[in-house]
C-alpha cells in the first residue's frame, strides 16, 4: 500500500508562483511513475504531469508547459510540482497520484487527498 499526502496549495495572485510537494509512504517509491492531477470545479479530472521512477521522462498537458515542471526525490519518497507564471484557471484542487509496481489495468492506483490552488486576476 501507499500513501500519499501533498502539501504546498494556497491562494495566490496571477503570475505568482508556488510548490506542491507529495510525500508517498510505502515501500518502492523509485519503482512507481507518479502524476500530478487537478479538478477545478464543475470539471473532469485532468492530467497535469506526470514522471518516470527514475526521473528521466516527464510530461505535461500543453497549458502548463514551460511554467510547470514536475520533479522528484527519491531519497525522501518525494515527488514535487513547481508551479510558476500561475493563471486564474490554474484554480483547482490538485491530486498527486502513484502508479503500482506490478501491472494493473490503472495507469495509477494510489491517490492523495488532494490540495486547494486558487489563483486570482
Known amino acids: 500500500q501507499v500513501q500519499l499526502v501533498e502539501s504546498g496549495g494556497g491562494s495566490v495572485q496571477a503570475g505568482d508562483s508556488l510548490r506542491l510537494s507529495c510525500a508517498a509512504s510505502g515501500r518502492a517509491f523509485d519503482r512507481r511513475r507518479m502524476g500530478w492531477f487537478r479538478q477545478a470545479p464543475g470539471k473532469e479530472r485532468e492530467f497535469v504531469a506526470s514522471i518516470s521512477s527514475s526521473g528521466a521522462v516527464t510530461s505535461y498537458v500543453d497549458t502548463v508547459k514551460g511554467r510547470f515542471t514536475i520533479s522528484r526525490d527519491n531519497a525522501k519518497d518525494t515527488v514535487y510540482l513547481q508551479m510558476n507564471s500561475l493563471k486564474p484557471e490554474d484554480t483547482a484542487v490538485y491530486y498527486c497520484?502513484?502508479?503500482?509496481?506490478?501491472?494493473?489495468?490503472?495507469?495509477?492506483?494510489?491517490w492523495g487527498q488532494g490540495t486547494q490552488v486558487t489563483v486570482s486576476s
Open positions: 497520484a502513484a502508479s503500482s509496481i506490478v501491472p494493473t489495468r490503472n495507469e495509477y492506483d494510489y
